[in-house]
């Protein structure tokens, strides 16, 4: 089956750096990927919708200067949070559409810790 | 705005018993609906789903149910085991789009 990698699995980092979590798509090619943002006890927010070749689409409320988005191939996107503060802090997953069945794979996500 | 919601945030059920989470969602334009499960520190994890077209479909213990008419949503889980401890998420789609919306999840704890 489609198999979607996160990584990495867990980082921390000082305010002010930058940190960068890269998502591949292993046995299929995904021309669309999707971040989400997801805070302790509560749902997965999407953060931006990947485009491979093309501009991210961010959603409503996400600063896209702050959010980086590359989606240089078929197989991978990358999401680099800049100039990370505390409140950046949250568990980060990406998924990707697997076809035209409209199924779609999610990442083991990231637990970003910034202190 | 529009979204997918849940109002039992957390459903305790004994094991062997079933179990039922809702979803009410708000779109009428939506089209297909998934439900995932996740586990603690996980990513999501495809349960089953069910287009627009259909009212239920069902998978190996797992039943989805779709109500067009009042917009709800419900996964029944058979036999529940310790193993079906998460928290679970329906989702949607929109016809026009790619994005999910994620509901506000339910958390299922099995007791033995």
């Known amino acids: 089956g489609a198999v979607v990698s996160q990584h990495p699995s867990r980082v921390i980092c000082k305010s002010g750096t930058s940190v960068k979590i890269e998502c591949r798509s292993l046995d299929f090619q995904a021309t669309t990927m999707f971040w989400y943002r997801q805070f302790p006890k509560q749902s997965l927010m999407l953060m931006a919708t990947?485009?491979?070749?093309?501009?991210?689409?961010?959603e409503q409320g996400v600063e896209k200067d702050k959010f980086l988005i590359n989606h240089a191939s078929l197989t991978l996107s990358t999401l680099t949070v800049t100039s990370a503060h505390p409140e950046d802090s949250s568990f980060y997953i990406c998924s990707a559409r697997t076809g035209n069945n409209y199924g779609y794979t999610f990442g083991s996500g990231t637990r970003l810790t910034v202190v | 705005g529009e979204s997918v919601g849940l109002h039992l945030p957390t459903l305790s059920v004994q094991e062997g018993d079933n179990s039922i989470i809702n979803c009410a969602y708000s779109?009428?334009?939506?089209?297909?609906f998934i439900w995932y499960k996740q586990e603690s520190g996980k990513g999501p994890q495809f349960i089953i789903d069910i287009r627009s077209n259909m009212d239920k479909r069902q998978g190996q213990r797992v039943t989805v149910l779709l109500n067009k008419t009042v917009k709800h949503l419900s996964l029944q889980i058979a036999a529940t085991q310790p193993g079906d401890s998460a928290v679970y998420f329906c989702?949607?789609?929109?016809?026009?789009?790619?994005?999910?919306?994620f509901g506000g999840g339910t958390r299922v704890l099995v007791k033995p």
């Open positions: 990947s485009n491979e070749g093309s501009k991210a689409t961010y």
């Open positions: 989702a949607e789609k929109r016809a026009a789009g790619n994005k999910l919306t």
């Open positions: 779109n009428s334009a939506s089209d297909y």
